[in-house]
């Protein structure tokens, strides 16, 4: 029992992917803020970075005993001495955002393969959503090379949207939600729902996730308190008010109250159940990463994807419940 306490009292650093107010990652936060970490007997601190590279990154370094980041980011930066992290909890099957066709341009474009000739816009060309567009492009056989693609930043992809100086374009929320109430906005593809984005990529994938390094010190108690405290989290994100939350979150994480309750609405249903990725679901969305760039030939991608898994102590939480 002594020895047990000890792992689970033990100090670790979560590198969390920025922006603070990205919705991936929320769980985390609340459950900072709500103390179910410290009530799991965990002293957890978080640390968040620019993005999901630098996530990745910390955890390559030794700078973080976890990181919570793109699968994407844990193969391609987050590789030490060239064997990637391993995935010990799921949080998204892919970034929340929605593809929107200008109110201009909706009666040309009814169909992703409509996009082909057209302007397409992002907030920036490393951002998550010019990555999962790439892949929506693929599963329609359609060459990023067939249309063109601009980065404006979110505010003005947002005016562009509004103007119909481009076609259509990728956003989260706010931005999202509030160009659609507006009129000024029509969704093509939406991926704030987990069950649309299976939809739209022909299965179900992983996006964001908890990761360790491939020889993590970490023993299985301490990653089951881990799981314990964001499946937490995740239960109130989905069904808490969202007054409720904006007193709970410091205002670093939630931002102007208006655009909170907008990322919240479209949060509650992106997550993972359970945290629970199948090995078939890690396996199509490797291809989709090595589909979209190679890897560095320095990341030794395991032969066996099962081994890019972690997932015992969570298997048995779900299983006990």
């Known amino acids: 029992m002594i020895a047990l306490l000890v792992f689970l009292q033990a100090s670790l650093t979560v590198a969390v992917s920025g922006p603070y107010s990205s919705p991936e990652y929320l769980p ?25 590279p630098s996530a990745a990154e910390a955890l390559a ?30 949080l998204t099957a892919a970034p929340p955002v929605a593809l929107l066709v200008s109110l201009a341009h909706r009666d040309a474009i009814a169909r ?46 947002v005016a562009a949207l509004d103007h119909g100086e481009v ?47 491939a020889e993590t010190s970490l023993k299985p108690p301490q990653l089951a308190a881990l799981a314990r405290a964001l499946l937490r989290a995740i239960g109130r994100i989905e069904t808490a008010d969202a ?13 102007l109250g208006d655009d909170f309750k907008s990322r919240l609405a479209g949060a509650r249903q992106i997550y993972l159940p359970g945290g629970w990725v199948r090995l078939e679901t890690l396996e199509k969305s490797v291809t989709m990463i090595r589909d979209r760039a190679p890897l560095p030939k320095s990341v030794n991608l395991p032969r ?11 298997k048995k939480i779900l299983e006990s419940r």
């Open 243 to 255: 007054d409720e939350l904006l007193t709970r979150l410091p205002p670093r994480v939630t931002g």
């Open 304 to 314: 066996r994807r099962a081994s890019l898994l972690l997932l015992d102590p969570l």
């Open 28 to 52: 985390l936060h609340l459950a900072e803020a709500e103390g179910y970490f410290t009530q799991e007997g965990l002293q957890v601190s978080l640390k968040t970075t620019r993005a999901e």
């Open 167 to 213: 076609h259509a374009g990728l956003l989260p929320d706010p931005w999202a939600s509030r160009l659609v109430e507006e009129g000024k906005a029509v969704v093509l593809a939406d991926f704030r729902r987990r069950d649309e984005a299976t939809r739209w990529l022909g299965g179900p994938t992983v996006h964001a996730a908890v990761f360790v390094k």
């Open 112 to 157: 992703v393969e409509d996009l082909i000739g057209r302007t397409v816009g992002v907030s920036s060309p490393g951002a998550p959503e010019a990555a999962l567009f790439f892949s929506l492009l693929a599963r329609h056989r359609i060459s990023p090379t067939q249309l063109a693609l601009v980065s404006l930043g979110e505010r003005g992809l």
């Open 61 to 90: 370094r030794g700078q973080a005993d976890l990181a919570a980041t793109s699968l994407d980011a844990a193969l391609r930066t987050g590789a030490s001495d060239g064997r990637p992290p391993r995935l010990v909890f799921g």
